[in-house]
């Protein structure tokens, strides 16, 4: 089991970056891969990026590819999610988790952390 903690999360301003840190507790992080989800006032949640077990596999949403870089760090058991030129349309509760194989769906994930707001002003 693995319990998951979500930072980072502010206000900005369109076109500013922000950087979001997921931190896992238990000595078995390596063997989950990792996802960034968010979810919008009304919107089901959707995926944001995802991770291997090792890092070295990743996979992203059309509409934050080339903005989003998602990361982790295994020796600190924590992944991150750098996010730059941000949007109005980024504005959401973002969320991390993690499942045994990488995957697109939120049901596919066994552990959610309780979201971190952000929140992107125009």
């Known amino acids: 089991q693995v319990q998951l903690e979500e930072s980072g999360g502010g206000l900005v301003q369109t076109g500013d970056s922000l950087r979001l840190s997921c931190a896992a507790s238990?000595?078995?992080?390596?063997?989950?891969?990792m996802g960034w989800f968010r979810q919008a006032p009304g919107q089901e949640r959707e995926f944001v990026a995802g991770?291997?077990?090792?890092?070295?596999?990743?996979d992203y949403a059309d509409s934050v590819k080339a903005r989003f870089t998602i990361s982790r760090d295994n020796a600190e058991n924590t992944v991150y999610l750098q996010m730059t030129s941000l949007n109005a349309e980024d504005t959401a509760v973002y969320y991390c988790?993690?499942?045994?194989?990488?995957?697109?769906?939120?049901?596919?994930?066994?552990?959610w952390g309780q979201g971190t707001q952000v929140t992107v002003s125009s």
């Open positions: 991770i291997s077990r090792s890092g070295s596999s990743t």
């Open positions: 988790a993690a499942g045994r194989n990488p995957a697109l769906h939120p049901y596919e994930y066994s552990y």
């Open positions: 238990g000595r078995t992080f390596s063997s989950y891969a």
